[in-house]
């Protein structure tokens, strides 16, 4: 495992960059901002050499609470067998008021939020009117189908918190006034809250040191890590409070032209070479093996077919005696030509001449 990047901020540096943004925050902020007591979010911008990989989030624990008392949080709860709507929710402030808890304005068992919130309208209006959202860790792999992508894009997606812990009260107030960061594997850029405007200087110092410190000892990256970090608010200018030594561009440089490979994978590839040799022999000789038995095909005389000897012309049968016989005197000579028997005029026009004749005879 390579060595992590030590990332050493210089306090005094910190301190007047933050005094820098709360002066600037100050001129900006007019009169109906002063009147709501509105005060605007401060974060850390971190600049990572490379674009990671994998996705990754990390939960940040503060020295001072980044959020004021008048923030609104809500917290989604499981539905209790054998209750109702109703009953849950009695059952859950109930339990928060035994533990001590006191920062949940509201609380939503995960029934009403389907039934209620089902339409688009309700979603936003949920949306719009807390500032942060809890979830039991019970059902947290049911919420996203049922919230929608716009909590996800405005970074609003429930946090989950082990309500069946012994430690509540302290697990739920380091999870709201703690903060997160999201890294992703699309950009080098990521960004994390720790603190507001109407916090003291030496607060929000404090804040961004321990930040930087946990990223550092969470981020999964080997070599140099962060490349740059600014602190801005909403309106301003990013502000640099950070910035690595250009003698880490030659480090990451080097390791992009020779990656390092460890021996047990680098005696995979010789094995692989010898396997491709044997596989090259064993088809060169079975390609000479089918060379030599078309050859071999080719030498060998086909046998040629002869044919067999047909008679041009049948040989005439002879006609037999009787037939000639039978033919002549079954057949008379009038039934040869017509084939036909004879009429009863033809035979009464004969018997007409032979009476002539015997009358002249006379």
């Known amino acids: 495992m390579a060595e992590k990047q030590e990332v050493a901020l210089d306090r005094s540096q910190v301190k007047k960059a933050v005094q820098a943004l709360q002066a600037f925050l100050k001129t900006k902020s007019t009169n109906e901002s002063l009147l709501l007591d509105d005060a605007q979010k401060i974060s850390l911008l971190f600049t990572l050499?490379?674009?990671?990989?994998?996705?990754?989030?990390?939960r940040i624990?503060?020295?001072?609470?980044?959020?004021?008392?008048?923030?609104?949080?809500?917290?989604f709860t499981r539905d209790e067998p054998k209750m109702t709507s109703e009953q849950t929710q009695?059952?859950?402030?109930?339990?928060?008021e035994e533990r001590g808890v006191k920062n949940i304005t509201e609380i939503i068992p995960y029934k009403v939020l389907k039934t209620e919130y089902k339409p688009y309208e309700a979603k936003r209006r949920l949306l719009g009117n807390f500032d942060m959202f809890l979830s039991d860790d019970r059902i947290r792999r049911l919420l996203p189908s049922q919230l929608g992508k716009h909590f996800y894009?405005?970074?609003?997606?429930?946090l989950s918190v082990n309500l069946q812990s012994k430690n509540l009260a302290r697990d739920i107030q380091s999870v709201i006034q703690g903060t997160s960061l999201k890294i992703t594997n699309r950009g080098c850029c990521c960004m994390a809250r720790v603190g507001h405007s109407g916090m003291a200087a030496d607060e929000l110092t404090e804040n961004i040191e321990a930040a930087v410190q946990t990223v550092v000892t969470k981020l999964?990256?080997?070599?140099?890590l962060l490349k740059l970090i600014h602190l801005k608010s909403q309106t301003s200018v990013a502000l640099p409070i950070y910035t690595s030594d250009l003698s880490n561009l030659s480090v990451i440089e080097k390791r992009e032209k020779n990656p390092q490979t460890p021996k047990k994978k680098g005696a995979a590839p010789e094995k692989q070479a010898k396997k491709n040799k044997k596989n090259t022999k064993q088809t060169d000789t079975a390609a000479e093996g089918e060379e030599k038995k078309a050859k071999e095909e080719e030498d060998e005389e086909i046998p040629q077919l002869v044919p067999i000897a047909t008679p041009s012309k049948k040989p005439k049968l002879e006609k037999s005696p009787k037939k000639k016989q039978?033919?002549?005197?079954?057949?008379?000579a009038a039934a040869k030509k017509s084939g036909k028997a004879p009429n009863k005029k033809t035979t009464k026009k004969a018997g007409k001449a032979e009476s002539r004749v015997k009358r002249k005879v006379k």
């Open 90 to 96: 009695r059952f859950y402030k109930k339990l928060l």
């Open 326 to 332: 039978l033919g002549k005197v079954s057949k008379p």
């Open 153 to 158: 894009l405005r970074k609003k997606e429930p």
């Open 49 to 58: 050499w490379k674009i990671p990989k994998n996705s990754q989030t990390i």
């Open 61 to 75: 624990p503060l020295p001072h609470g980044q959020r004021t008392d008048t923030d609104e949080v809500c917290l």
């Open 220 to 224: 999964r990256l080997k070599g140099p």
